[in-house]
């Protein structure tokens, strides 16, 4: 499975968000009760178990956690009836991934029917998603038909679309096969006794069939491939994992036609509060994965891609606009079709009674930011615990453009320390590292704030500095400013400010040693522009589309000051809630966290045309692609440190030479190399965990605990549980049409009424006698607790007559994730 990481530029958060709300407090952190640095464990091991033996594994003693997650039925059965305790979370989704390149493939000639856009949305009426809810996952999980998921918060704000969605794609397997054949007629194929030919050869369909995971992507695979054969397509079944599918989906070439359908899996990384980059994210080659050939075959029209782009930068200035954005990237996307999503899957991971943990409600445990800081035994300190997980070490691990497989960002979240931690229930950010922010944004756009630590104001212009930074001048390695870009002046949307504790510098380390510095935030600020250019010694032109869907929005950053660090930032791009307008420019890269020294060490390496940072770019020219932590790169990045140590080598010296002194740069490097022979690999963070060993045949990695590290462990140790409303309706299930009616509705929690000030929305859709979704309002508030909705005569009446519903979703302030109730009646 890969987990969803939505990260567009290194320093922007990876949660964002749609309703806002006023004057809550953030989750308190209590004083220390510890002496303890770091996390609470002394060990972590982290190795492979599949999910079929999980249970039985921790039951046994053998591991502690199992952290990947089960999404069958009889898992919960068996999770339950072992006593273990566990995690819901409702932010994994499945999908079918299609090859699109074609009509016929580069290197075989052969045809790709999947080439077709028709086809591709044809497969949308030949999968009953019902079927498989039922038969593979119990009938616990949901239809899914939009790129996002029902237990997010946009999907309550959009819900009427998603419902017309639902009802134009239904299953219809006479209506795909009637598509299908038209189209592949088009294509020159015939069928010969029920087979699809072309040129003489049957049609056979590579289908990439996921067997390691959460156990439900076979009998996915096994169904979709029947019912593609019982239209007259050969199917070639290939079971595979993570590991041995990737180097074809995701880092092979598709015209190498080596594949043509794959089971997909996502999660979001956290409760995703927008969920509007999704589109550009899954559709378009400005996607984090346009360094991939598969997504730079992603061809879809300027409109469509302008869409995108706006969803993912948020360039809209009002709701209604935003509204009618995301209708026209849902039914754009729907018809290209690259992917069709099968079901919204609620699924569970499971620790041992002994063991206590923090989890995110959309992600679960393993890659929730707040688990490195939770997880321990019951009333110790220190031990080693056992991770499980279904893979782990799938792809090479670096900064600029490594894995983005879950089973190795695992690892790397106990490793990373962050500005700022992600809710686990609201997933707004929280103050870890920042002392204090600061946003403005332009008078009229619509953002709110919820934590009191985040000062909002608004200004009618924001006028940039001209002394701000405001580009890059790629040839003399120096940040061209404001006033040479602008020479008019600019202004922005949006202005952060964020500042970090005046004694921050002085207290927080790299794993090696290295004390964190300013050069460490620039050297950020420069690779979000040097490699995406010509003329760079790294440069990557896989990454050329990130950059230029970034400078659309961009004005400037400016450091103001160094000790205490104070940083501004200024963009066209906002987000709805304050919280997710803080740019911290912590230096946290696309993927993963890195010291100035570390890249400088990997930039070498690329200019030398060694290793590349990239797959696209590692098979173009053929070279290793870069890893931190294993392989022949190792030995690469070994000689480069020595080289920079010997040379004091400072990167991109006409910039980071103000912040970085010779004798600085030879001692970092002096770090890296004991670090490097200490523990194996290159792979430093400033998190509570450092990875000690990596067993790459084994696929095992260790952690040891940070005894340095600048936080007690109990910093985060009284998070609540998640707030979860719970929905009932009450009213007649029998109406008189062209009568008035009232449904009553009671929302609470553990049985009391959920605060009316705790609740951002209470919406209801009415669907008449066909299905249709007749209205759209929302609910009254008759008092703490108690709602209704009240139809007048000639809403009833235009239902018609027969069969209708009406349906709640509640989005409430201290959990995201909406709540559902639906309530049938028959109108007369």
């Known amino acids: 499975m890969k987990k969803k990481l939505m990260v567009v530029i290194s320093f922007v958060l990876v949660f964002t968000l749609i309703f806002a709300a006023c004057g809550k407090k953030e989750t308190t952190v209590t004083g220390s009760t510890t002496d303890r640095k770091g996390g609470w464990l002394d060990q972590i091991t982290m190795k492979v178990v599949t999910g079929e033996s999980a249970v039985t594994q921790v039951q046994a003693g053998e591991i502690d956690v199992f952290a990947d997650s089960l999404a069958k039925k009889e898992d919960l059965l068996a999770i339950n009836n072992a006593g273990l305790e566990k995690s819901t979370q409702f932010g994994l989704f499945y999908e079918l991934t299609f090859n699109p390149v074609g009509p016929t493939f580069d290197a075989t000639g052969k045809l790709n029917p999947f080439s077709d856009m028709k086809i591709r949305e044809a497969m949308n009426w030949l999968v009953d998603r019902d079927y498989i809810n039922q038969e593979v996952y119990g009938g616990g999980s949901i239809p899914k038909y939009l790129p996002f998921t029902a237990g997010l918060p946009d999907y309550a704000r959009y819900v009427e679309i998603a419902r017309e969605i639902e009802s134009k794609y239904a299953y219809d397997m006479a209506k795909a096969e009637g598509i299908i054949t038209t189209q592949m007629e088009a294509m020159g194929a015939t069928k010969v006794n029920g087979v699809w030919t072309y040129n003489g050869e049957d049609v056979t369909l590579i289908f990439l069939i996921r067997n390691d995971s959460d156990g439900t992507r076979v009998p996915i695979g096994d169904y979709v491939s029947d019912q593609l054969e019982a239209i007259?397509?050969?199917?070639?079944?290939?079971?595979?994992?993570?590991?041995?599918?990737?180097?074809?989906?995701?880092?092979?070439?598709?015209?190498?036609?080596?594949?043509?359908?794959?089971?997909?899996?996502?999660?979001?990384?956290?409760?995703?509060?927008?969920?509007?980059?999704n589109f550009q994210f899954y559709y378009s080659p400005t996607s984090v994965y346009g360094f991939t050939q598969l997504w730079q075959a992603y061809d879809i029209p300027q409109e469509l891609s302008d869409i995108c782009d706006a969803l993912a930068n948020n360039t809209f200035s009002t709701l209604a606009e935003r509204d009618e954005l995301f209708r026209k990237a849902i039914y754009g996307t729907a018809e290209y079709a690259f992917r069709i999503w099968l079901i919204d899957g609620a699924s569970y991971s499971f620790w041992d009674t002994d063991v206590i943990t923090s989890y995110d409600l959309a992600a679960g445990v393993d890659i929730s930011s707040m688990t490195p800081y939770t997880i321990r035994f019951k009333d110790s300190e220190g031990g080693n615990l056992t991770?499980?997980?279904?893979?782990?070490?799938?792809?090479?691990?670096?900064?600029?453009?490594?894995?983005?497989?879950?089973?190795?960002?695992?690892?790397?979240?106990?490793?990373?320390?962050?500005?700022?931690?992600?809710?686990?229930?609201?997933?707004?950010?929280?103050?870890?590292?920042i002392e204090s922010a600061e946003i403005v944004i332009q008078t009229g756009l619509p953002v709110g704030k919820t934590y009191d630590w985040v000062d909002l104001t608004f200004q009618d212009t924001i006028t940039v500095p001209s002394d701000a930074w405001a580009d890059w001048d790629v040839e003399k390695?120096?940040?061209?400013?404001?006033?040479?870009?602008?020479?008019?002046?600019?202004?922005?949307?949006?202005?952060?400010?964020?500042?970090?504790?005046?004694?921050?510098?002085?207290?927080?380390?790299?794993?090696?040693?290295?004390?964190?510095?300013?050069?460490?935030?620039?050297?950020?600020?420069?690779?979000?522009?040097?490699?995406?250019?010509?003329g760079s010694a790294?440069?990557?032109?896989?990454?050329?589309?990130?950059?230029?869907?970034?400078?659309?929005?961009?004005?400037g950053m400016k450091i103001v000051s160094e000790s205490p660090l104070v940083i501004e930032y200024y963009s066209d791009t906002y987000y709805m809630d304050a919280e997710m307008n803080i740019a911290a420019f912590w230096p946290e890269y696309n993927y993963g966290q890195a010291a100035w020294h570390q890249m400088a060490v990997g930039n070498l390496a690329d200019a030398a045309g060694e290793v590349a940072y990239s797959a696209d770019k590692s098979t173009e020219n053929e070279i290793e692609w870069l890893s931190y932590i294993g392989g022949p790169s190792l030995a690469i990045l070994e000689k480069?440190?020595?080289?920079?140590?010997?040379?004091?080598?400072?990167?991109?010296?006409?910039?980071?030479?103000?912040?970085?002194?010779?004798?600085?740069?030879?001692?970092?490097?002096?770090n890296l190399e004991q670090f490097y022979m200490d523990h194996g690999h290159f792979n430093i963070g400033l998190g509570p965990y450092i990875l000690d060993k990596v067993l790459s045949v084994e696929k095992t990695v260790t952690l040891i605990n940070n005894p340095n590290f600048i936080d007690a462990s109990d910093k985060w140790s009284d998070f609540s549980a998640p707030k979860m409303a719970v929905v009932e309706i009450d009213g007649k299930t029998s109406i008189k049409s062209g009568k008035t009616a009232t449904?009553?509705?009671?929302?609470?929690?553990?049985?009391?009424?959920?605060?009316?000030?705790?609740?951002?929305?209470?919406?209801?859709?009415?669907?008449?006698?066909?299905?249709?979704?007749?209205?759209?309002?929302?609910?009254?508030?008759?008092?703490?607790?108690?709602y209704k909705v009240e139809l007048d005569g000639d809403t009833t009446a235009a239902l018609g007559t027969g069969a209708c519903k009406i349906e709640i979703a509640v989005v409430a302030i201290p959990v995201s994730v909406p709540s559902f109730a639906t309530l049938e009646f028959v109108t007369e």
């Not at 993570?242 to 594949?259: I, K, M, R, T, Y």
Request: hydrophobic fraction near 35%.
């Open 538 to 555: 790294n440069f990557d032109v896989s990454m050329e589309a990130n950059l230029e869907s970034f400078m659309s929005t961009f004005k």
């Open 387 to 433: 991770w499980g997980s279904s893979d782990i070490l799938v792809d090479p691990i670096n900064p600029l453009a490594g894995s983005n497989w879950t089973f190795d960002h695992q690892w790397q979240n106990f490793t990373q320390d962050y500005a700022t931690l992600g809710n686990p229930f609201t997933g707004l950010p929280m103050k870890q590292r």
């Open 232 to 277: 007259g397509f050969k199917v070639d079944r290939q079971y595979k994992t993570s590991s041995e599918a990737s180097p074809l989906w995701v880092l092979g070439d598709p015209q190498d036609g080596l594949w043509h359908i794959y089971t997909g899996a996502w999660s979001v990384t956290g409760m995703d509060r927008d969920v509007g980059d």
């Open 640 to 670: 480069y440190t020595k080289q920079a140590q010997a040379d004091s080598y400072i990167p991109f010296e006409a910039t980071l030479g103000k912040y970085i002194t010779a004798e600085e740069a030879a001692t970092r490097y002096a």
């Open 477 to 534: 390695q120096v940040f061209k400013t404001v006033g040479e870009v602008y020479p008019d002046g600019v202004t922005a949307r949006r202005k952060s400010t964020v500042t970090y504790p005046a004694d921050m510098l002085d207290k927080i380390t790299w794993h090696d040693g290295s004390k964190l510095s300013v050069a460490d935030f620039v050297m950020g600020m420069i690779e979000i522009f040097d490699p995406c250019m010509e």
């Open 743 to 786: 449904f009553d509705l009671s929302i609470t929690y553990k049985g009391a009424a959920y605060e009316s000030d705790q609740i951002a929305t209470v919406k209801y859709l009415l669907y008449d006698s066909t299905g249709t979704v007749s209205k759209v309002g929302e609910a009254e508030l008759v008092k703490e607790g108690k």
